[in-house]
Nanobody, 125 residues
Framework: QVQLVESGGGWVQPGGSLRLSCAASGFSLDDYTIGWFRQAPGKEREGVSCIQTLGRGTSYADSVMGRFRISRDNAQNTVYLQMNSLEPEDTAVYYC??????????????????WGQGTQVTVSS
């Protein structure tokens, strides 16, 4: 059974850091492009970052460029999102998802098929 489980969310003060994890089961993460998305109350879901299979790199939303970093650990079958210099605007539920798509364009534009249940990130003082 395909499953994606996010963890690592919580409350942090502005300027702080969190590392989110997306643990996969039922498939090998290395065979798929994995994306991180977020949805704040009253707002549409937006792509945050993604990491492609076949070594085709990573993509980031402009709003998180230079602050967030995505990585994968194939041995742990887990994708991470390191979030630094967090801002109140980063408050949202964060989801990871997978897609079989991979090419040389931004993976934030791909259609994702399977989603995790989400983890809440709250940035406030």
């Amino acid at each position: 059974q395909v499953q994606l489980v996010e963890s690592g969310g919580g409350w942090v003060q502005p300027g702080g850091s969190l590392r989110l994890s997306c643990a996969a089961s039922g498939f090998s993460l290395d065979d798929y492009t994995i994306g991180w998305f977020r949805q704040a109350p009253g707002k549409e879901r937006e792509g945050v970052s993604c990491i492609q299979t076949l070594g085709r790199g990573t993509s980031y939303a402009d709003s998180v460029m230079g602050r967030f970093r995505i990585s994968r650990d194939n041995a742990q079958n887990t994708v991470y999102l390191q979030m630094n210099s967090l801002e109140p605007e980063d408050t949202a539920v964060y989801y990871c998802a997978r897609t079989g798509a991979s090419d040389w364009t931004s993976c934030l534009n791909f259609e994702y098929k399977d989603w995790g249940q989400g983890t809440q990130v709250t940035v406030s003082s």
